[in-house]
């Protein structure tokens, strides 16, 4: 099991930009997918994008979020641009064994315990 924490949160205009970092406690990230999803109130979580030997990400972020690994490849992060008051929602990162892309979070295993991201307009 991988213990993962989110950090970087907080309150951007729009337009801004934030970065967010998933962190794992103890161990590399190295042979792991890492996703990145987000959770407005009322609303599903949905997949915002991931990182395994490639990326993938949603439509709506594609050209403003980029996922990466640090060096040490124990932190992803998750660089947002371009930042809109529809981006708000609560962000958490999650992992899943091996390099095989998936946008369903029920095939993410470990979790954080999200970072919150508001966007004002």
């Known amino acids: 099991q991988v213990q993962l924490a989110e950090s970087g949160g907080g309150l951007v205009e729009a337009g801004g930009s934030l970065t967010l970092s998933c962190a794992a406690s103890?161990?590399?990230?190295?042979?792991?997918?890492v996703a990145w999803f987000r959770q407005a109130p009322g609303k599903n979580r949905e997949f915002v994008g991931a990182i395994s030997g490639f990326t993938k990400y949603a439509d709506s972020v594609k050209d403003r979020f980029s996922i990466f690994r640090d060096n040490g490849q124990t932190t992803v992060n998750l660089q947002m641009n371009s930042l809109k008051p529809e981006d708000t929602a609560s962000y958490y990162c999650?992992?899943?064994?091996?390099?095989?892309?998936?946008?369903?979070?029920?095939?993410?295993?470990?979790w954080g315990q999200g970072t919150q991201v508001t966007v004002s307009s």
């Open positions: 103890g161990r590399s990230l190295s042979s792991y997918t």
């Open positions: 999650a992992s899943r064994a091996g390099w095989s892309l998936r946008v369903n979070a029920l095939e993410y295993h470990d």
